[in-house]
């Protein structure tokens, strides 16, 4: 019911800067909060960013507080997720999600629709 594309991953260097996208479509008026997560292999889904649409306040891991922002389009259900000082222990594959939740959601079980990811890399 919903779908969600996300895109602006790549290849940077230590300290540099990304934005990835997401694009929510279909049902998004069962989206209440979307965030960012990110996996490696053999490692749990870890959670990175998230944003209450309605309010449009974001909310951060503390591995990436300062310098990472998220932002987002409650009109056209777009999610950002501006990356700065990019280190090497980034380098993950970021998925897009959008939940229902009401409030503050760090679990990827709180989100009921993923994007395919987009992978990050950031050389040292």
């Known amino acids: 019911q919903v779908q969600l594309v996300e895109s602006g991953g790549g290849l940077v260097q230590d300290g540099g800067s990304l934005r990835l996208s997401c694009a929510a479509s279909?049902?998004?008026?069962?989206?209440?909060?979307m965030g960012w997560f990110r996996q490696i292999p053999g490692k749990d889904r870890e959670f990175v960013a998230g944003i209450w649409l309605s309010s449009g306040r974001g909310y951060y891991a503390d591995s990436v507080k300062g310098r990472f922002t998220i932002s987002g389009d409650n009109v056209g259900h777009t999610v950002y997720l501006q990356m700065n000082s990019l280190k090497p222990e980034d380098t993950s594959l970021y998925f897009c999600a959008a939940g229902n939740y009401y409030g503050d959601a760090k679990s990827p079980h709180q989100f009921q629709h993923w994007g395919q990811g987009t992978q990050v890399t950031v050389s040292s």
């Open positions: 279909g049902r998004t008026n069962s989206v209440f909060a």
